[in-house]
């Protein structure tokens, strides 16, 4: 039975990798396949099928209200010119390659992560790094490690969504371990950019500055997801905090080294005016304001709006089914999903209000409007029709109770080495699926359940998973197609992932060691 | 009769358009696994069990569009 019940996974992973099939086909391969077997094998009857696909569709929207509504802010503020202004103003800042590659490759990629994700930190970084000298090999390995570990708590934090919903826990019960693992992923991935640019030789030289950019970035992703709750803007944050520290420390580096020079060299383009700077960033300083506004401080709002808008929820009760060979799935809720107050809506908010700026400031064009909205339209699609049918395919699979015989088939091969293994398996998932809230969805209830059996810490093992995932995912053949086209690197993807495969191994390494410490210390 | 060669031409036309473009194909796909699972809901309560054959049929037939390569 565990090896019907792995059946479509593998198929989605020989389709994905072998025959590089987009994660839309190959989720509806995976998806027909577990729907066959949880029919053929494991019993489960038509009212298991119905409610298992009316609680996909539910978590998928869930997600996908994030996923929508970050694209349409990026290219809201795409469109508008205000993403190139930031990352001409930092190009600006330093001379020092290492340096450069910290703040683009992995400060800057990270905050473009917290806001969109979908492989633009890479598609927007690499051509600015190209245009500093380095080589399109160096521009697309540098942000495709750099941003890893912010992709958990990134996009709004649609794939920590995942992780709450695929499960039904907490996220005050999951944030503190995921946000550790991910933040401390931070220091190690800020080495690995900056070695990647520039050798040993400046990891040695700027190993305190990346320590002290990493602790910051790590520190405020947790402060902000778990001190504050506020899980769905923790790399936002994390980026911004990074962007102020490390352009504290360039300007800082590059004014004392001009006292060794007669003058700073150029690194060409347009002089960046504070004015210009300050509308371009205002996208950004409108959505942490509504972020915390609606999440946070009621008094920002008036309370009765707050409650009101909070009460507009999609949930739906389930009652138990049981399959013809016995699995029970207990009654029960999905999680509410509050339309006008869920992090979707803040961005749609968010979305509007900086249209409305951009549009004041003269930043568009003729019907920017009309393009930015079917851009996204467009864009969107594909990625939406994968995560519903993996979304379907994992419920099927979780209500015909084909996650569990898959539980407790790696709880009996892996055994007590179960949380080395942990991260791995959400490496793999997202590898595969290019995402890490496919990952996320595919296997948590998968490592949860396995956890449980073996008696090891929930929260931990679930660290393990989405931190796994978060830079299995940028290591994704789809995710380096993307990177790899703005970088004039079109089909060699291959060289690209051979570049990377090191780097991104030896970070999964790490979020493995510290899920064991973690379970021997907990 | 000449405006029912016209309707039946028009479908023929659309649908045809519409299941040889990948992004056609997507949201066509998208937009019946969407509808269809929600329809799935009431038909469960009501226990309906044709119904819910014929929602699941079309999940999976969407599905199978959506693996189509041309």
Same mark, same amino acid.
């Given at each position: 039975m565990p090896?019907?019940a792995t059946?479509?996974?593998i198929?989605i992973l020989i389709?994905?990798?072998?025959?590089?099939?987009?994660?839309?086909?190959?989720?509806?391969?995976?998806?027909?396949?577990?729907?066959? &077997?949880?029919?053929? !094998?494991?019993g489960?009857s038509?009212?298991?099928?119905? @409610?298992a696909?009316?609680k996909? &569709?539910?978590l998928?929207?869930?997600?996908?209200y994030?996923?929508?509504t970050? @694209?349409l802010?990026y290219r809201?503020?795409?469109?508008?010119?205000?993403?190139?202004i930031?990352g001409e103003?930092?190009?600006?800042?330093?001379s020092?390659?290492?340096?450069?590659?910290? #703040?683009?490759?992995?400060?800057?990629?990270?905050?473009?992560?917290?806001?969109?994700?979908?492989g633009?930190?890479?598609?927007? =970084?690499?051509?600015l790094?190209i245009?500093?000298? +380095?080589?399109?090999l160096?521009?697309?390995?540098?942000?495709?490690i750099?941003?890893?570990?912010?992709?958990?708590?990134g996009?709004?934090?649609s794939? +920590?969504?995942?992780l709450?919903?695929?499960?039904?826990?907490?996220?005050?019960?999951?944030a503190?371990?995921?946000?550790? !693992?991910?933040g401390l992923a931070?220091?190690?991935?800020?080495?690995?950019?900056?070695?990647?640019?520039?050798?040993?030789?400046?990891?040695?030289?700027?190993?305190?500055k990346?320590?002290?950019i990493? =602790?910051?970035?790590g520190?405020t992703?947790?402060?902000?997801?778990?001190n504050l709750?506020?899980?769905?803007?923790?790399?936002f944050?994390?980026?911004?905090a990074?962007?102020?520290v490390?352009?504290a420390?360039?300007?800082?580096?590059e004014?004392s080294q001009?006292?060794?020079?007669?003058?700073a060299p150029?690194?060409?383009? *347009?002089?960046?005016?504070?004015?210009?700077l300050?509308?371009a960033?205002?996208?950004y300083?409108?959505?942490?304001?509504f972020?915390?506004?609606?999440?946070?401080?009621?008094?920002?709002?008036v309370?009765e709006i707050?409650?009101?808008?909070?009460? %507009?929820?999609?949930?739906?009760s !389930?009652p138990?089914? &049981?399959?013809?060979?016995?699995?029970?799935?207990?009654?029960?809720?999905?999680?509410a999903?509050?339309?006008?107050?869920?992090t979707?809506?803040? #961005?749609?908010?968010?979305?509007a209000a900086a249209?409305v700026i951009?549009?004041r400031?003269?930043?568009?064009?003729?019907?920017?409007?009309k393009?930015?909205?079917?851009q996204?339209?467009r864009?969107?699609?594909t990625s939406?029709?994968? &995560?519903?049918?993996m979304?379907?395919?994992?419920?099927?699979?979780?209500?015909?109770?084909?996650t569990e015989?898959?539980?407790?088939?790696?709880?009996?091969?892996?055994g007590?080495a179960?949380?080395?293994?942990?991260?791995w398996?959400?490496a793999?998932?997202?590898?595969?699926?290019?995402?890490?809230?496919n990952?996320?969805?595919?296997?948590?209830? #998968?490592?949860?359940?396995?956890?449980?059996?073996?008696?090891?810490s929930?929260p931990i093992?679930?660290a393990?998973q =989405?931190?796994?995932?978060?830079?299995?995912s940028v290591?994704?053949?789809? *995710?380096?197609?993307?990177g790899a086209? =703005?970088?004039?690197?079109?089909?060699k993807?291959?060289?690209?992932?051979?570049?990377?495969?090191? @780097?991104?191994?030896g970070?999964i390494? %790490?979020?493995? #060691?510290?899920?064991v410490l973690?379970v021997i210390f907990q | 009769? $000449?405006?029912?060669?016209?309707?039946?031409?028009?479908?023929?036309?659309?649908t045809?358009?519409?299941?040889?473009?990948?992004?056609s194909?997507?949201?066509l796909a998208?937009?019946?696994?969407v509808?269809?699972?929600?329809?799935?809901?009431?038909?469960a309560?009501?226990?309906? $069990?044709?119904?819910i054959?014929?929602l699941?049929?079309?999940?999976v $037939?969407?599905?199978t569009?959506t693996?189509?390569?041309?």
């Amino acid at each position: 039975m565990p090896f019907l019940a792995t059946l479509p996974i593998i198929i989605i992973l020989i389709l994905m990798v072998g025959y590089r099939w987009g994660a839309a086909r190959a989720g509806a391969a995976g998806y027909i396949s577990a729907f066959i &077997i949880a029919i053929a !094998f494991f019993g489960a009857s038509t009212k298991v099928l119905a @409610y298992a696909h009316t609680k996909a &569709i539910l978590l998928s929207f869930d997600v996908l209200y994030i996923i929508w509504t970050a @694209y349409l802010l990026y290219r809201v503020s795409d469109e508008a010119g205000a993403i190139e202004i930031i990352g001409e103003a930092l190009r600006q800042l330093t001379s020092d390659k290492g340096m450069q590659a910290i #703040l683009i490759g992995w400060v800057f990629a990270s905050f473009l992560q917290g806001t969109g994700g979908f492989g633009v930190p890479v598609a927007i =970084t690499a051509p600015l790094l190209i245009g500093l000298g +380095f080589s399109p090999l160096a521009a697309v390995v540098i942000p495709t490690i750099g941003h890893g570990w912010a992709v958990t708590f990134g996009s709004l934090g649609s794939s +920590f969504n995942a992780l709450i919903s695929a499960t039904n826990l907490d996220a005050g019960y999951l944030a503190p371990s995921s946000a550790l !693992f991910l933040g401390l992923a931070a220091l190690p991935t800020g080495l690995m950019v900056v070695h990647a640019a520039n050798g040993w030789s400046a990891v040695k030289r700027l190993v305190a500055k990346v320590l002290i950019i990493g =602790t910051v970035m790590g520190g405020t992703q947790y402060f902000v997801a778990v001190n504050l709750g506020l899980w769905n803007i923790g790399s936002f944050a994390g980026g911004v905090a990074g962007l102020v520290v490390g352009v504290a420390i360039a300007y800082w580096s590059e004014a004392s080294q001009k006292h060794t020079r007669r003058s700073a060299p150029s690194t060409g383009g *347009k002089i960046i005016d504070a004015k210009r700077l300050f509308i371009a960033l205002s996208a950004y300083l409108i959505l942490i304001l509504f972020t915390v506004g609606i999440l946070l401080a009621p008094p920002l709002f008036v309370p009765e709006i707050k409650k009101t808008l909070g009460e %507009f929820a999609i949930q739906l009760s !389930f009652p138990e089914t &049981i399959t013809s060979a016995g699995y029970i799935s207990p009654a029960g809720a999905n999680k509410a999903i509050p339309i006008f107050t869920h992090t979707g809506a803040i #961005l749609l908010y968010s979305s509007a209000a900086a249209f409305v700026i951009y549009k004041r400031a003269g930043l568009y064009t003729k019907n920017a409007g009309k393009k930015i909205l079917s851009q996204t339209a467009r864009k969107m699609v594909t990625s939406s029709l994968s &995560i519903v049918l993996m979304v379907a395919m994992a419920m099927v699979m979780q209500q015909s109770g084909m996650t569990e015989a898959l539980a407790q088939g790696l709880a009996n091969a892996v055994g007590v080495a179960f949380p080395f293994f942990a991260a791995w398996i959400g490496a793999l998932g997202a590898f595969m699926t290019g995402s890490n809230t496919n990952s996320n969805v595919l296997f948590a209830a #998968l490592q949860m359940r396995t956890s449980e059996l073996l008696a090891y810490s929930v929260p931990i093992i679930l660290a393990a998973q =989405t931190a796994g995932a978060s830079v299995g995912s940028v290591l994704a053949p789809a *995710k380096l197609i993307v990177g790899a086209s =703005t970088a004039g690197m079109e089909g060699k993807e291959g060289i690209a992932l051979r570049a990377v495969i090191g @780097y991104g191994g030896g970070l999964i390494l %790490f979020i493995s #060691l510290l899920t064991v410490l973690a379970v021997i210390f907990q | 009769m $000449s405006f029912c060669l016209f309707v039946n031409f028009t479908i023929k036309r659309y649908t045809y358009a519409m299941l040889h473009s990948k992004l056609s194909r997507y949201t066509l796909a998208f937009g019946i696994i969407v509808i269809a699972s929600f329809a799935l809901y009431p038909a469960a309560q009501g226990e309906k $069990s044709l119904l819910i054959w014929l929602l699941l049929a079309l999940i999976v $037939s969407a599905a199978t569009l959506t693996i189509k390569e041309k």
